[in-house]
């Protein structure tokens, strides 16, 4: 706890966050808001005057997780101010509320007031805040050293995915105005990061709760492509990438935005499973077909696309054939990556009362081999850029002399440099694939 002024010490806030990158976002938003009032923020919960746990929902696991983390950090600081908040609370603030150690709860509709709150309650046990402008701490060059930052564009969800919980949790779509994002981005140049991830519930939804004037006069809503080309055009941000993206969303006919190489090759798009009986079921708006025939467009159209999926396994009446389909798909397309994710039963979903469940230890076998598929896909598509030449953006350096940094299109690299390379973005011959992704040589700084 830093020392600022005799008789006063700056107050800390520490954030532990689970879940999603929209929560991800969410922790930075709200420990910026936090820096301006006069707060510290850190890394070490355990001596923080503050704790914001940003908790999921996703599954039940993800509750008992947050309720987890709550007591663990309560047990290692229990002088804190404890704050839960995130999408558990906002789908049961009642148990919430109930759970060891916490002071106070905030739902995803309240996140707004969360700085204001916890002030109000400091004030009230006499921890006074030092409102000393001049002392405020400098913007982070990137927030705990980082290169990257998130920016939430919209929020909420319209669809009804039949396993999804979150549209309940995080409520109907919101959307940023494309001035505004603009202007956040460019203020995250100006603070020093390199790149910006731009993150939603619903990210492929952007923009259908606006509208915008356009060159005919008529009025109508903005999409995501549009927020694309505004970022591009209207700031000097080094890269753009896009979180994850609804296939049936995705902008297809605006891929010539990617001519810009400032926009990542990087296309994260959930498929969720192989079987067009399975999508039906779950709700999804496409077909596997539709799926496909979007993946090879981007292909033939972006050069080195890494294409990244979600794949739910075991859902409410997969059968043999079902699962078979999603092995085909997953062999078919050659993805970059495949995050598998065993069905798990959530309550207050329309899937949890669907029938027909799949035993668990079919759950787990059929996990490990699209686990397996995954990998092998992984490793032909990161084989495939040896030899080739890339820019890499420098995180961190993982030993002395070693830095780490990831290329546009998610290749994790690491070079020999003597040189310090963190924030910046080099040319990279991708020399050697290793297990944790490729040795690299920098060609120019
Ligand atoms: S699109 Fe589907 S999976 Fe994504 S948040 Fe909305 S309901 Fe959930």
Redesign the pocket.
């Known amino acids: 706890m830093e020392a600022v002024e005799e008789g006063h010490r700056r107050l800390s806030v520490a954030f532990a966050t689970l879940g999603c990158r929209l929560n991800q976002a969410d922790s930075e938003e709200l420990a910026r808001s936090f820096l301006e009032r006069g707060y510290s923020v850190i890394q070490e919960a355990t001596r923080a005057d503050v704790v914001v746990v940003n908790s999921c929902t996703v599954t039940r696991e993800a509750d008992r997780q947050s309720r987890q983390l709550v007591r663990h950090i309560v047990h290692h600081n229990p002088h804190t101010l404890m704050v839960l908040t995130g999408c558990y609370p906002s789908i049961d603030p009642v148990e919430a509320a109930a759970v060891e150690g916490v002071d106070l709860v905030i739902t995803n509709q309240e996140k707004a007031q969360l700085v204001d709150r916890v002030s109000r309650i400091l004030q009230e046990r006499g921890q006074a805040l030092l409102p000393v402008l001049d002392d405020l701490p400098e913007p982070p060059p990137g927030w705990f050293g980082r290169t990257r930052v998130q920016l939430k564009v919209e929020e909420g969800?319209n669809?009804?995915?039949s396993f999804?919980i979150?549209?309940m949790a995080r409520g109907r779509q919101r959307s940023r105005s494309i001035a505004e994002c603009v202007e956040k981005v460019q203020r995250f140049v100006d603070e020093g990061y390199q790149e910006v991830v731009l993150t939603g519930?619903?990210l492929g939804g952007y923009g259908r709760d606006l509208t915008v004037r356009g060159s005919d006069g008529r009025y109508h809503p903005p999409g995501l492509a549009d927020l694309l080309e505004a970022i591009l055009i209207r700031t000097t941000l080094p890269r753009l990438r896009l979180s994850s993206v609804?296939p049936q969303d995705f902008p297809r006919q605006r891929l010539d935005l990617w001519s810009d190489h400032r926009l990542c090759r990087h296309f994260h798009l959930p498929v969720q499973s192989g079987s067009n009986a399975i999508l039906r079921r779950m709700r999804r708006g496409y077909t596997r077909e539709r799926y496909v025939a979007l993946t090879e467009m981007i292909r033939s159209q972006v050069p080195g696309a890494a294409i990244m999926t979600d794949a739910i396994v075991g859902f409410p009446g997969e059968q043999e054939h079902d699962f078979a389909d999603t092995c085909r798909l997953i062999e078919e397309v050659a993805f970059a990556r495949v995050h598998v994710f065993p069905y798990s039963v959530r309550e207050g979903t329309e899937a949890a009362a669907m029938p027909d469940h799949v035993a668990p230890s079919i759950i787990r076998q059929r996990s490990t081999t699209i686990a397996q598929l995954g990998e092998e896909a992984a490793r032909c598509f990161r084989d495939a850029h040896a030899g080739q030449e890339a820019m890499v953006l420098w995180e961190e350096e993982v030993q002395p002399g070693v830095w780490q940094g990831l290329t546009d299109n998610y290749l994790r690299v690491r070079a020999l440099s003597p040189e310090r390379l963190h924030n910046r973005i080099s040319r990279v011959r991708l020399v050697a694939p290793a297990g944790w992704g490729f040795r690299g040589q920098v060609i120019a700084p």
């Open positions: 969800c669809n009804r995915c999804c979150v549209p519930t619903h609804e």
